[in-house]
Structure formats: C-alpha cells, structure tokens
C-alpha cells in the first residue's frame, strides 16, 4: 500500500501583518464595524422618534452623554480614515484621465476627492445650521 501524497498547506498565521498595505485594507474594513453601528444608532433614534416624544427626548439626551461624545468622536474618526484611504485607491478604479493630451496625475485625482469632499461637508454643515 503506498502512502498518500502530502498536500502543502500554507501558513495563514499573521499574514496581513507582512504588509502596511494589508494592515491598511484590514483597517479600513474594519471600520465598516463602526459605520455600521453609528447605523443602527440612528436607526435607534429613528425607532424612538416614531415611539413617540418622550422616547425621542430620551435618546436625545443620552446624545449628550460622555459615552455619546466618546463614540460619536470615534465614529468620525474611523469615517474620516475610511473616506481617505478610498480615496487614495480612487486614482486606481478610474478610467485613465486625460487632460488636454496629458494623463492626469494620482495625486491630482486625489486631492480633487479630497476637495469635492470637503466643500459637500462644509454645504452640509451650512444647511445643518441654518436649518435645524
């Protein structure tokens, strides 16, 4: 009877610590964990808000809390880390861009993200303001 052949088996261990750009995507994706969490927070807020005034008081003063402060700043943070690094992938999922015969360079589609970004975020907290 002969032996059966010995298959490969490759080490899995750590494997996105051999890169930064591992450690980045698994970082990235990671923040999707909080996205989704500051979704079901508002989607708690919306429950409260159809409960009724009491209840929509209620979570409007838990927004006030230390613990609201701490998760609403962490929640920007990793929305913020998440916005950069796609759009530091952007300029590698457009199509190449030309402008006037010349390709246009990665950092420039990045900082016009970056800029388009910005001003969307600063009309948005205008009519916040002016608003609400």
Same mark, same amino acid.
């Given at each position: 009877m002969t032996p059966a052949p010995k298959t490969y088996v490759r080490p +899995?261990? %750590?494997?996105?610590? %051999?890169?930064?750009?591992?450690? /980045?995507?698994?970082?990235?994706?990671? =923040?999707? #964990?909080? &996205?989704?969490?500051?979704?079901?927070?508002?989607?708690?807020?919306? #429950?409260?808000? #159809?409960?009724?005034?009491?209840?929509?008081?209620?979570?409007?003063?838990?927004?006030?809390?230390? &613990?609201?402060?701490?998760?609403? !700043?962490?929640?920007?943070?990793?929305?913020?880390?998440?916005?950069? =690094?796609?759009?530091? #992938? +952007?300029?590698?999922? =457009?199509?190449?861009?030309?402008?006037?015969?010349?390709? &246009?360079?990665? /950092?420039?589609?990045?900082?016009?993200?970056l800029w388009a970004w910005g001003i969307a975020s600063l009309v948005l907290? &205008? !009519?916040?303001?002016?608003? !609400?």
């Amino acid at each position: 009877m002969t032996p059966a052949p010995k298959t490969y088996v490759r080490p +899995m261990n %750590r494997w996105w610590m %051999r890169h930064p750009a591992y450690r /980045r995507y698994l970082l990235r994706e990671g =923040t999707s #964990v909080m &996205v989704a969490a500051y979704a079901l927070f508002l989607l708690a807020g919306m #429950v409260c808000l #159809v409960l009724g005034e009491a209840a929509f008081n209620l979570w409007r003063g838990f927004l006030q809390s230390p &613990v609201s402060v701490i998760f609403h !700043l962490a929640a920007l943070a990793a929305f913020a880390f998440h916005a950069w =690094t796609w759009f530091k #992938v +952007m300029p590698l999922t =457009t199509p190449p861009l030309r402008f006037r015969g010349r390709p &246009v360079p990665d /950092r420039m589609i990045f900082r016009a993200a970056l800029w388009a970004w910005g001003i969307a975020s600063l009309v948005l907290l &205008v !009519l916040a303001m002016r608003f !609400l």
